[in-house]
């Protein structure tokens, strides 16, 4: 099989793979598309059956540029399994401030940073997680 062919079916591979499609009404009324796993995808549309036909296309041509230059295809998230558990370095200086939060707050460390990245990504505040006060902030009475 040559590598023509090869990337042929690649890219047809990309483009039905369940990646996470990213799409935003824009204030003029069309739409902008990303997919998230893949950096600097994107495409847009005057209406969302348009925006995905391109986006359709944005996906072919970039996975089709990246292969022609040697790079790895990186896999739709849905398809990677997260156990729910990572190691995670940090400077000792942010390693004692969240222990010290997290100890005002009365919940292991381990409990205040999953609600501090649960808050950072957008999931809000977890029923009975901490509040995530920043120093010198008070609780209200």
């Not at 591979?13 to 996470?20: F, G, R």
């Not at 995670?88 to 609600?115: D, K, M, W």
């Not at 990245?117 to 010198?136: D, F, H, K, N, T």
């Amino acid at each position: 099989m040559t590598d023509d062919v090869m990337i042929e079916e690649a890219v047809r591979a990309a483009v039905a793979a369940p990646y996470t499609r990213v799409f935003v009404r824009e204030a003029d009324g069309g739409y902008s598309t990303s997919v998230l796993e893949l950096p600097g995808c994107y495409s847009s549309g005057d209406t969302a059956e348009e925006a995905m036909e391109m986006l359709d296309e944005a996906i072919a041509m970039w996975v089709g540029a990246e292969l022609e230059d040697g790079h790895d295809i990186p896999p739709p998230s849905r398809v990677v399994e997260y156990p729910g558990r990572l190691t995670l370095p940090l400077l000792p200086s942010i390693h004692e401030r969240a222990a010290l939060l997290a100890q005002r707050e009365g919940v292991s460390l381990n409990v205040y940073l999953a609600a501090a990245i649960s808050y950072y990504v957008g999931l809000g505040r977890p029923s009975g997680r901490p509040a995530l006060m920043a120093p010198g902030e008070e609780r209200g009475h």
